[in-house]
């Protein structure tokens, strides 16, 4: 029986060997479909662009091109065991999770108050958000996307 997986595993690495062997003899033989010919001129600089390159409509601005990033939390929001309520209003659900760019979160409840939390961070934020569906030119255009 061990012999007999010894004997299957010698025979898949020979193989596997001759394989390799082949491919490398064929990439020898074949031209380069990638490499530029020596006599070909060179394409003028407006004419330089990498074809896999997403055109400029389709783009995603990039972690720093924006502020931050926000999500609904409706749910109570339980911190260290203790549920977070509003400092202003009392408020605990209903709220919007703000990650800005230093990565530092804030919170926003329903009457509109803002409160940092220093208790959570970034990798918290990713764990608990879902993609990003959309991006807002302000954040009073963002705070109308999520209904409040």
Wanted: charged share 25%.
């Amino acid at each position: 029986m061990f012999f007999r997986r010894a004997r299957e595993d010698r025979a898949f690495r020979e193989a596997q060997r001759a394989g390799f062997a082949l491919l490398l003899q064929l990439q020898a033989t074949q031209p380069w479909l990638d490499a530029p010919e020596q006599n070909a001129p060179a394409p003028a600089e407006e004419e330089v662009v990498a074809p896999d390159f997403l055109p400029p409509d389709l783009r995603v601005p990039s972690r720093q091109e924006v502020a931050g990033l926000m999500m609904p939390c409706k749910q109570p929001l339980v911190i260290d065991g203790e549920v977070r309520t509003c400092p202003g209003c009392g408020a605990y659900r209903d709220w919007i999770v703000f990650c800005m760019r230093d990565d530092s979160i804030w919170l926003r409840c329903r009457a509109g108050h803002e409160t940092n939390e220093p208790r959570l961070d970034a990798a918290w934020y990713n764990r608990h958000s879902g993609p990003v569906d959309r991006f807002h030119p302000t954040l009073e255009e963002g705070l109308r996307h999520l209904g409040h």
